[in-house]
C-alpha cells in the first residue's frame, strides 16, 4: 500500500515481492476472517496442514499497524480541514451580519481586496523571475497583466489567511474535534543524543539522516514543537542512513563523534542546513566551525564501534518498520515523512491530555 506520505520521505528501494507459487488442490469454502480475527482463526487450511491469521499477522505487525495509523491520521486530516472550512464559512457570515452587509464577498472585498496594496515594480520582477519557464521566452513587459495577477492572487491569499485568524480569535473559534486512537510501535530512545527533559510526558524519537532533503524540511516543525512545548517534550535523534545517499554513513559518524564531546547539536543543525555540502571539506570545515578537539575527533572516526551503533539505530528502526526517512514516533504514534507542525500538534496535544487527564 503506497500511502500520499510517502511523497515526504526519503524511501529505500522497494524489494520485489517472491513470485507466486502454483496453486494447490481447491480448498472448501471458508468465510475470510474479518479484521482483528483471533490469532488462532484459520486463514488458510489444505490436506494434514493450515495457516493461522496469528502466523499470518503476528511478523508483518508493523506494516498493518503503520497502515491502520495512516489510514485513521488520513482521516482525522481530511475531517480537520472540512471542519475548518465550515467553521470558517460560518464565521464569515456571522461578521458578514455583524456588520450589517449583504453576503460575505461584500465583507471579503473590504477585509480583503480593499486592503491588498497594488503591485509593486519590485514585486512584478521577483514574479518574472520566479515564472520565467512558464512564460515562454516573454518579456516582462509582455507578461506584466499575468505578473500582475499573480502578485495580487498571491497578496490576498496572505490577507485571507490574516483576516481568517483574526475572525478566529475575535470569535473565540476552537476545533475540538478528537483525534483517533492509533496503534502505538514500541520504540526505545537508547542511548542517543536528545534534547528536553528526560522525564518529559511526550518523547519524539526521529530516525533520520543528514542528507535526504525531507529531514531538513522536517526540522523546522521539530523546532516549532520544541518551542511551544518547552520542558514538555524530549526530542531524540536516532540515525538511519539510506543506501542511496553515500555521505549519509560518514556525517552521521562526524556527528557521534562530535557527541563525545559535547557539541553534536552544532554539528547536527549545521549539516541539517546544508545537506548539499556533506562532502568530506564541508564535514571537517563543520568540526572546526564546533570548536571540536580536531585530533581526538579524527580518532573517534576511525572507532569502528561508531559505526556499529549507527547501523544499530538503523537496525532498530527497520524493526520498527520504518522504511524511509523522516519517520517520527510521538509516545509510539508513528508519523511518516516531512509533516507540517499541525500534525505534531495534534498528537502532542493529544498526548498531553491523557497525562493531565
Given at each position: 500500500?503506497?500511502?500520499?506520505?510517502?511523497?515526504?520521505?526519503?524511501?529505500?528501494?522497494?524489494?520485489?515481492?517472491?513470485?507466486?507459487?502454483?496453486?494447490?488442490?481447491?480448498?472448501?469454502p471458508?468465510?475470510a476472517?474479518?479484521?482483528?480475527a483471533?490469532?488462532?482463526?484459520?486463514?488458510?487450511?489444505?490436506?494434514?496442514?493450515?495457516?493461522?491469521?496469528?502466523?499470518?499477522?503476528?511478523?508483518?505487525?508493523?506494516?498493518?499497524?503503520?497502515?491502520?495509523?495512516?489510514?485513521?491520521?488520513?482521516?482525522?486530516?481530511?475531517?480537520?480541514?472540512?471542519?475548518?472550512?465550515?467553521?470558517?464559512?460560518?464565521?464569515?457570515?456571522?461578521?458578514?451580519?455583524?456588520?450589517?452587509?449583504?453576503?460575505?464577498?461584500?465583507?471579503?472585498?473590504?477585509e480583503?481586496n480593499?486592503?491588498?496594496?497594488?503591485?509593486?515594480?519590485?514585486?512584478?520582477?521577483?514574479?518574472?523571475?520566479?515564472?520565467?519557464?512558464?512564460?515562454?521566452?516573454?518579456?516582462?513587459?509582455?507578461?506584466?497583466?499575468?505578473?500582475?495577477?499573480?502578485?495580487?492572487?498571491?497578496?490576498?491569499?496572505?490577507?485571507?489567511?490574516?483576516?481568517?485568524?483574526?475572525?478566529?480569535?475575535s470569535?473565540?473559534?476552537?476545533?475540538?474535534?478528537?483525534?483517533?486512537?492509533?496503534?502505538?510501535?514500541?520504540?526505545?530512545?537508547?542511548?542517543?543524543p536528545?534534547?528536553?527533559?528526560?522525564?518529559?510526558?511526550?518523547?519524539?524519537?526521529?530516525?533520520?539522516?543528514?542528507?535526504c532533503?525531507?529531514?531538513?524540511?522536517?526540522?523546522?516543525?521539530?523546532?516549532?514543537?520544541?518551542?511551544?512545548?518547552?520542558?514538555?517534550?524530549?526530542?531524540?535523534?536516532?540515525?538511519?542512513?539510506?543506501?542511496?545517499?553515500?555521505?549519509?554513513?560518514?556525517?552521521?559518524?562526524?556527528?557521534?563523534?562530535?557527541?563525545?564531546?559535547?557539541?553534536?547539536?552544532?554539528?547536527?543543525?549545521?549539516?541539517?542546513k546544508?545537506?548539499?555540502?556533506?562532502?568530506?571539506?564541508?564535514?571537517?570545515?563543520?568540526?572546526?566551525?564546533?570548536?571540536?578537539?580536531m585530533?581526538?575527533?579524527?580518532?573517534?572516526?576511525?572507532?569502528?564501534?561508531?559505526?556499529?551503533?549507527?547501523?544499530?539505530?538503523?537496525?532498530?528502526?527497520?524493526?520498527?518498520?520504518?522504511?524511509?526517512?523522516?519517520?517520527?514516533?510521538?509516545?509510539?504514534?508513528?508519523?511518516?515523512?516531512?509533516?507540517?507542525?499541525?500534525?505534531?500538534?495534534?498528537?502532542?496535544?493529544?498526548?498531553?491530555?491523557?497525562?493531565?487527564?
Amino acid at each position: 500500500m503506497l500511502s500520499l506520505l510517502a511523497f515526504f520521505a526519503c524511501s529505500q528501494t522497494p524489494t520485489e515481492a517472491p513470485p507466486l507459487t502454483a496453486p494447490g488442490p481447491a480448498p472448501l469454502p471458508l468465510v475470510a476472517p474479518a479484521y482483528g480475527a483471533e490469532p488462532t482463526a484459520v486463514a488458510a487450511y489444505w490436506d494434514g496442514g493450515s495457516v493461522s491469521y496469528g502466523d499470518v499477522t503476528t511478523p508483518m505487525q508493523h506494516q498493518l499497524d503503520q497502515m491502520l495509523a495512516e489510514y485513521l491520521m488520513g482521516r482525522y486530516d481530511a475531517e480537520y480541514q472540512a471542519t475548518e472550512q465550515k467553521m470558517d464559512e460560518e464565521l464569515l457570515k456571522a461578521e458578514t451580519k455583524k456588520r450589517g452587509l449583504a453576503a460575505p464577498e461584500d465583507l471579503l472585498k473590504a477585509e480583503i481586496n480593499d486592503k491588498v496594496a497594488k503591485p509593486t515594480e519590485a514585486e512584478i520582477a521577483d514574479a518574472y523571475q520566479a515564472l520565467q519557464r512558464k512564460l515562454r521566452g516573454q518579456t516582462m513587459e509582455e507578461a506584466r497583466g499575468v505578473l500582475e495577477s499573480a502578485v495580487t492572487q498571491k497578496k490576498q491569499s496572505e490577507r485571507y489567511q490574516v483576516y481568517i485568524e483574526e475572525l478566529r480569535k475575535s470569535y473565540r473559534a476552537t476545533i475540538q474535534l478528537p483525534f483517533p486512537e492509533v496503534p502505538r510501535i514500541e520504540v526505545s530512545a537508547d542511548d542517543d543524543p536528545s534534547v528536553g527533559p528526560a522525564d518529559a510526558p511526550v518523547t519524539i524519537v526521529q530516525f533520520a539522516e543528514f542528507q535526504c532533503p525531507y529531514c531538513g524540511k522536517a526540522r523546522e516543525s521539530v523546532d516549532k514543537v520544541m518551542k511551544n512545548y518547552d520542558g514538555k517534550v524530549k526530542f531524540v535523534f536516532r540515525d538511519f542512513p539510506l543506501d542511496f545517499h553515500q555521505n549519509a554513513i560518514p556525517a552521521a559518524i562526524a556527528a557521534n563523534c562530535a557527541d563525545k564531546q559535547g557539541k553534536y547539536w552544532p554539528v547536527h543543525d549545521a549539516f541539517m542546513k546544508d545537506q548539499q555540502s556533506l562532502a568530506e571539506a564541508d564535514i571537517q570545515r563543520v568540526a572546526k566551525a564546533a570548536g571540536l578537539d580536531m585530533t581526538k575527533w579524527e580518532e573517534c572516526r576511525k572507532d569502528p564501534s561508531i559505526e556499529a551503533e549507527i547501523k544499530k539505530d538503523e537496525s532498530d528502526g527497520q524493526q520498527a518498520g520504518v522504511t524511509g526517512t523522516p519517520a517520527f514516533f510521538i509516545n509510539g504514534v508513528f508519523i511518516n515523512g516531512a509533516q507540517p507542525y499541525e500534525k505534531f500538534k495534534a498528537i502532542v496535544d493529544a498526548e498531553l491530555a491523557k497525562k493531565q487527564g
